[in-house]
């Protein structure tokens, strides 16, 4: 437990210390418990989330690194990957996990994911319903719902 604690502190200060953090992703530790991370990405650019910025909540479970982070959006999205608590599927924080990945691997692979839904791999099955079936609806639905949730809101 001593060296997961001390390979979180570390994963911790080298986040709040990059020189170069990743462009349009900000993440803080929550004050009072070092497992939860507070998150926000910003909607890629040429993508239905674009001018959005999304609100995320990263967990470290007890077992990590050997598990991957638990991401959710806390900020609602039309999304065929995100299901309506938020919850993601994305292949680096689920099959694709490995213990060398870190905490800052996981957010820009969900922003990724915002460029490249996968309706095939649904959480939310209406939204992947609706992206095979009308594409254009489902992208006019998502500009929607980024400016509704995801505009001035933080």
């Known amino acids: 437990m001593?060296?997961?604690?001390?390979?979180?502190?570390k994963e911790t200060q080298r986040l709040r210390l990059l020189a170069e953090p990743v462009p349009g992703i900000k993440a803080e530790p929550d004050?009072?418990?070092?497992?939860?991370?507070?998150a926000v990405i910003a909607g890629p650019q040429d993508s239905p989330f674009?001018?959005?910025?999304?609100?995320?909540?990263?967990?470290?479970?007890?077992?990590?690194?050997?598990?991957?982070?638990?991401?959710?959006?806390?900020?609602?999205?039309?999304?065929?990957?995100v299901d309506k608590l938020g919850r993601k599927c994305s292949d680096i924080v689920t099959d694709k996990w490995s213990p060398a990945l870190q905490i800052h691997t996981?957010?820009?692979?969900?922003?990724a994911l915002l460029s490249a839904p996968n309706p095939d791999d649904s959480l939310a099955d209406d939204v992947a319903?609706?992206?095979k079936t009308n594409e254009a609806?489902?992208?006019?639905?998502?500009?929607?719902?980024?400016r509704l949730y995801a505009m001035n809101n933080i």
């Open 2 to 9: 001593a060296r997961l604690s001390h390979r979180i502190i």
């Open 31 to 38: 004050e009072s418990n070092s497992r939860n991370f507070h």
């Open 50 to 81: 674009e001018g959005g910025a999304f609100k995320l909540e990263l967990f470290l479970p007890e077992d990590y690194p050997m598990a991957a982070p638990k991401v959710r959006f806390m900020t609602k999205i039309y999304h065929p990957n």
């Open 106 to 111: 996981a957010l820009p692979s969900t922003q």
């Open 129 to 131: 319903e609706q992206r």
């Open 137 to 146: 609806r489902a992208i006019e639905i998502a500009r929607a719902w980024t």
